[in-house]
């Protein structure tokens, strides 16, 4: 059975990510699937909205099939990473541009690339089991997939809580940063899906909101006084040791967290968010985040934070460096100028 399921059913476009047993995660392929599926529903005058959830019961997509750029890392085959991140920014691109409205059902899990397949679109729908993350600096990594855009609009020190500690946020949270739209409760999504598939485009909005309601109420506006307090920091030093020092237990516990994360990761992802609002957009964003991933990509802490987060599971990265200190500002510069060396994410489109 394929990894990603594409029909049309009524008048809706519906793509279903079908790789339960690794929570959906993303591949080279099933890109490539939802993308031509989107071409063809664009000029389609049947299709009137696109629909995307995931099979089984954990969530809409745990993200990329990160497995496979390690490996793919690991093998020198650097050009598998370029053509997988390529097509994923492009197919994020797309669906943030798409002429038809885009529905997605952010039910369970969404992390890293279900993010660029969720957040993106025109109606995002949250419910009480979202989990909503961005744990790349764990894997040492930073948040991708248009996220550096995404989270730039979000409000400013709480979007930089997310990233660094790469924490899950709820349904209410997730509409507080402007990563989703719409609350409806998780016993109402089979009704609202049957009446999904039985409006049309003009009908959407009141049929969404008619399964909708209030939130019930998230952790991060409660904590916005330590939050917006420590994440001012002009580093990441500066901001651990803001969070280490707070009497909030939720801020001790940020501390904590980011402490695990990679250093280099952490100074990369500081860096890239406070200057997105400055690159003009989505597009330039993933522009910038393309040369940052296939850098990342083929370095130590990237195979390290995989290895040991999802290959050998012991939960004991050994980072390069092992310290916030140790990593200078001349050397994050280094690190974006690489990346500015790239190529164009959109060379084979023909547009900067």
């Known amino acids: 059975m394929s990894d990603v399921l594409i029909r049309v059913e009524g008048r809706v476009g519906r793509i279903t990510l079908n790789r339960p047993a690794r929570l959906n995660a993303l591949t080279l392929e099933m890109v490539e699937h939802i993308r031509v599926a989107l ?41 598998a990473n370029e053509s997988f991140f390529r097509n994923e920014y492009q197919l994020n691109a797309r669906i943030a541009e798409y002429p038809k409205p885009y529905v997605a059902l952010m039910e369970g899990i969404v992390m890293g690339g279900g993010i660029g397949l969720s957040a993106h679109g025109s109606h995002r729908i949250v419910t009480e089991r979202s989990r909503v993350a961005m744990p790349e600096t764990g894997i040492g990594f930073f948040p991708d997939i248009g996220a550096t855009w995404l989270l730039s609009r979000a409000p400013r020190e709480i979007c930089m809580h997310i990233a660094l500690t790469g924490d899950a946020i709820g349904a209410a949270d997730a509409l507080l940063c402007g990563l989703a739209d719409v609350y409806v409760p998780s016993v109402r999504l089979p009704a609202l899906l049957e009446a999904l598939l039985n409006c049309g485009a003009v009908g959407l909005e009141d049929c969404i909101q008619a399964h909708s309601e209030a939130p019930p109420p998230g952790v991060l506006e409660a ?45 990369i992802t500081l860096q890239a968010l406070r200057t997105a609002p400055a690159r003009g957009g989505l597009r330039a964003c993933l522009d910038r985040e393309f040369g940052m991933a296939l850098v990342r990509t083929s370095g130590h802490d990237f195979v390290e934070g995989v290895r040991a987060a999802i290959v050998d599971k012991d939960r004991k990265p050994h980072w390069v460096p092992a310290h916030l200190e140790e990593m200078s500002d001349g050397e994050v510069a280094q690190f974006f100028a690489n990346a500015a060396l790239k190529p164009s994410l959109w060379l084979d489109e023909g547009s900067a």
Not at 39 to 66: H, K, M, P, Q, Y
Not at 238 to 248: D, F, G, N, P, S
Not at 260 to 267: G, N
């Open 39 to 79: 071409d063809a529903w664009e000029t389609d005058s049947g299709v009137e909205f696109v629909l995307i959830d995931g099979a089984g019961e954990r969530g809409l997509c745990a993200g990329g099939d990160i497995r496979e750029v390690y490996e793919a890392t690991l093998a020198a085959d650097f050009g």
């Open 223 to 267: 904590g916005r006084g330590w939050i917006e307090a420590c994440y001012a920091g002009a580093s990441v030093e500066a901001i651990v040791a803001a969070l280490a020092t707070r009497e909030e237990p939720p801020a001790r516990k940020a501390a904590a967290t980011v402490a695990l994360r990679s250093p280099s990761s952490l100074k």
